[in-house]
């Protein structure tokens, strides 16, 4: 965390008379008295994170829209509360949500407040005590992968979320949605996408039985216990969740798993610490979710899903560098965002030329076990 960024600050005093005089949790409501001291989540790179702390000791999040340019769809404030309040009594890693503040005269945007879960995350680098314990980082790695096969457990109309639903052709609207965005958001100093895209459409596979999907797993989303942080605590960012495909899930948690034979390129942008002695790479990520799952997933069919993720990962990073290249946000952290671009469109392309090889040779409708690609 740090001090607030000047593009990023907000009325202190108006959000905390808003929070006062709606705030629905009773252990909090007579602690708010005050003005607290706000601090802002550095690590985020979309929806703008802050804690909000009181003389009492109260403690809460703040969640709000960035500044500058906004795809259509993103940053629905609203939507993000609402499904994190239908999901909450359905999976335990939701932190609480309390309150949602829709008019935008308050602070500028609308804004939501929910409860503060304290832990160590995994982001670069894993908590000190880990780092030496190989068999304890396996343990978590576990873990973390079964907080993803859990929450796509969970009965979409149990939770509230069929209305959430849009039916088939999930699929067929990411490439299309993702395309779109990356085409918007482009630059000159990127590459097209166009070949990438040309491949997605033609290999798009049906739609799996809808699960509701994270659209953001990493382990920098997932706060850890303090007493012992191979223990999940909360799963963070809900901005991007959805019902949908769960292997497009997974694919897009896999494009930020960056592995210990990787090229210096992408260990370079690596952002979590999936490289260290003790985790599984991502085919065996792949291989432990279908074992878990039953959900057999050949080389053929990953493909698709792990160029998908790649692609779609390459726009995200494009729509944030977008706001860096026309100077919507000084948050230096974004200018080497164009790089990641470009390195992940050849990465696209490496995997489809690999495909194109085992369809070729014959292995290309082999099960995916442990280990690296025939």
């Known amino acids: 965390m740090s001090g607030v960024r000047s593009e990023d600050e907000?009325?202190?005093?108006?959000?905390?008379?808003?929070?006062?005089?709606?705030?629905?949790?009773?252990?909090?409501?007579?602690?708010?008295?005050?003005?607290?001291?706000?601090?802002?989540?550095?690590?985020?790179?979309?929806?703008?994170?802050?804690?909000?702390?009181?003389?009492?000791?109260?403690?809460?999040?703040?969640?709000?829209?960035?500044?500058?340019?906004?795809?259509?769809?993103?940053?629905?404030?609203?939507?993000?509360?609402?499904?994190?309040?239908?999901?909450?009594?359905?999976?335990?890693?939701?932190?609480?949500?309390?309150?949602?503040?829709?008019?935008s005269g308050v602070i500028g945007n609308p804004f939501y407040v929910?409860?503060?879960?304290?832990?160590?995350?995994?982001?670069?680098?894993?908590?000190?005590?880990?780092?030496?314990?190989?068999?304890?980082?396996?343990?978590?790695?576990r873990r973390v992968v079964d907080i993803l096969i859990d929450l796509h457990a969970v009965p979409v109309e149990d939770a509230g979320l069929s209305d959430v639903d849009r039916g088939g052709g999930y699929v067929a609207r990411q490439v299309e949605g993702w395309a779109a965005r990356y085409a918007e958001a482009r630059t000159r100093n990127v590459g097209s996408f166009a070949t990438v895209v040309e491949w997605l459409r033609a290999h798009r596979p049906e739609d799996l039985p809808s699960v509701i999907v994270h659209n953001d797993f990493r382990f920098d989303n997932i706060v850890?216990?303090?007493?012992?942080?191979?223990?999940?605590?909360?799963?963070?960012?809900?901005?991007?969740?959805?019902v949908g495909d769960p292997l497009m899930d997974l694919g897009g948690a896999l494009a930020y798993w960056v592995q210990a034979d990787d090229g210096w390129l992408f260990r370079r942008f690596r952002r979590q610490p999936t490289h260290v002695p003790g985790m599984m790479t991502?085919?065996?990520?792949?291989?432990?979710?279908s074992s878990r799952t039953g959900l057999p997933v050949t080389e053929e069919q990953w493909s698709f899903y792990e160029v998908f993720g790649l692609f779609r990962l390459a726009a995200i990073c494009q729509q944030i560098y977008y706001r860096y290249y026309h100077r919507q946000t000084t948050n230096s952290s974004f200018r080497f965002f164009g790089i990641a671009v470009v390195a992940l469109e050849l990465r696209c392309r490496r995997i489809i030329r690999r495909i194109e090889r085992q369809r070729r040779r014959g292995t290309a409708d082999s099960p995916i076990v442990s280990g690296r690609p025939r």
Not at 68 to 74: C, D, L, P, T
Not at 229 to 234: D, G, L
């Open 282 to 289: 991502r085919r065996e990520v792949i291989a432990y979710y």
């Open 224 to 242: 850890l216990q303090p007493e012992d942080p191979t223990v999940p605590k909360a799963l963070l960012d809900w901005e991007m969740a959805t």
């Open 114 to 141: 929910m409860e503060y879960v304290s832990g160590p995350i995994a982001r670069r680098e894993l908590p000190q005590r880990l780092t030496e314990d190989p068999r304890a980082v396996s343990i978590l790695c």
């Open 10 to 103: 907000f009325d202190v005093c108006a959000a905390a008379s808003w929070i006062r005089a709606n705030i629905g949790a009773p252990q909090l409501s007579t602690l708010l008295n005050d003005l607290p001291t706000v601090t802002q989540f550095s690590g985020g790179a979309s929806n703008l994170t802050y804690l909000l702390t009181y003389p009492s000791g109260a403690r809460m999040i703040l969640r709000r829209p960035p500044t500058g340019r906004k795809s259509v769809g993103a940053h629905n404030m609203s939507r993000e509360f609402r499904l994190q309040k239908r999901l909450h009594p359905h999976f335990s890693l939701i932190a609480e949500p309390y309150a949602l503040c829709e008019d």
